[in-house]
C-alpha cells in the first residue's frame, strides 16, 4: 500500500456514496421498495451520528491529563461545541430519513403506516415477547393489522424510534410482564380464548405499551381497523390482574 493509501484512517465521502448506492441496488433487486430502503439508510445514519454525538459527550467531560485550567477550559469547550454539531447533525439526518419528500408529511405527522414500518415493529416486538413467552398462536395477517393500529397513533418520527421505547418498556415492567405471560400466555394456567388470544401473539407487547402512552389514539385506530374489541378488553383486563 502506498504513502496516500496509509494515511487514508477515514472512508471519503464517494466510498460513503458507493457504499451505499451499492446497498440501495442489493436491496431493490431484493423487492425492497427505493422509498423503505432509502429510509433504513438514512436512520442507520441519523442513528450512527446520535451515537457519536453521545460518545464525545461522554468522553469530553474531563480533559486527558493536568494540563492546567485553561487547556481544560478549552478542551471542554470545544468537546461541546463537536457534541453540539453532531447533535444538530443527527437531527437533520432524522429528518431527512423519515420525511425525505419535502412535499410529503412532517415527520410530527402521523401519515398512512407503511409496510416496512410494520416489518421493522416486527423485528422489534418478536425478541422482547420470546424472552417472556413461546412463539405465537396469532396468525401472522393479523398481528400485521394489529401493528398497524399500534403505529397508526404515532408521528413518523415515533416510529423511527419505536424499537428503543418498547424496550424500555418491557425492561421497565419486566416483573409484571412476566407474570402477565406466564398467566395468560401460550403454556399458561389459562388456556387460550377469544377474549385473551392477543396476549398470545408478539403484539401484545406493543399494544400494552401503547395502551399506557396513548390509551385514547390506541382505541381509535383499533375500531378503525375493525380488530376485535374483545381483545383489547382482555388483554386490560389481564394486565390490570398483574399488578
Known amino acids: 500500500m502506498n ?7 477515514q472512508l ?3 466510498s460513503v456514496l458507493n457504499a451505499k448506492q451499492t446497498l440501495l441496488q442489493l436491496l431493490a433487486r431484493a423487492g425492497v421498495y427505493s422509498g423503505d430502503a432509502e429510509e433504513l439508510i438514512g436512520l442507520v445514519e441519523a442513528g450512527a451520528l446520535s451515537l457519536a454525538h453521545r460518545e464525545v459527550g461522554r468522553s469530553g467531560r474531563s480533559a486527558p491529563g493536568d494540563k492546567g ?4 477550559s478549552g478542551w471542554l469547550d470545544g468537546t461541546q461545541a463537536v457534541a453540539d454539531e453532531l447533535a444538530g447533525l443527527a437531527t437533520r439526518a432524522l429528518r431527512h430519513a423519515v420525511a425525505s419528500d419535502p412535499s ?8 398512512p403506516v407503511r409496510k416496512m414500518q410494520v416489518e421493522r415493529a416486527k423485528v422489534a416486538v418478536m ?16 398481528s400485521d393489522q394489529v401493528l398497524t393500529a399500534v403505529l397508526g397513533t404515532m408521528t413518523s418520527r415515533q416510529r423511527a424510534a419505536y424499537a428503543g421505547v418498547l424496550t424500555e418498556y418491557a425492561s421497565v415492567n419486566r416483573v409484571r410482564l412476566e407474570r402477565l405471560y406466564a398467566r395468560y400466555g401460550p403454556g399458561g394456567t389459562i388456556a387460550i380464548h ?4 392477543l396476549v398470545h401473539s408478539p403484539t401484545s407487547v406493543a399494544v400494552l405499551e401503547r395502551l399506557a402512552a396513548a390509551p385514547a389514539r390506541l382505541r381509535e385506530e383499533w375500531d378503525a381497523a375493525e380488530l376485535p374489541p374483545a381483545w383489547l378488553e382482555g388483554l386490560t383486563m389481564a394486565w390490570a390482574s398483574t399488578a
Request: hydrophobic share 30%; aromatic share 10%; glycine share 10%.
Open 3 to 9: 504513502a496516500a493509501g496509509e494515511g487514508r484512517q
Open 12 to 14: 471519503d465521502a464517494v
Open 69 to 72: 485550567e485553561l487547556y481544560e
Open 104 to 111: 410529503g408529511p412532517s415527520p410530527d405527522a402521523s401519515p
Open 127 to 142: 425478541p422482547l415477547y420470546l424472552s417472556f413467552s413461546t412463539v405465537s398462536d396469532l396468525d401472522p395477517e393479523v
Open 194 to 197: 377469544g377474549r385473551y388470544s
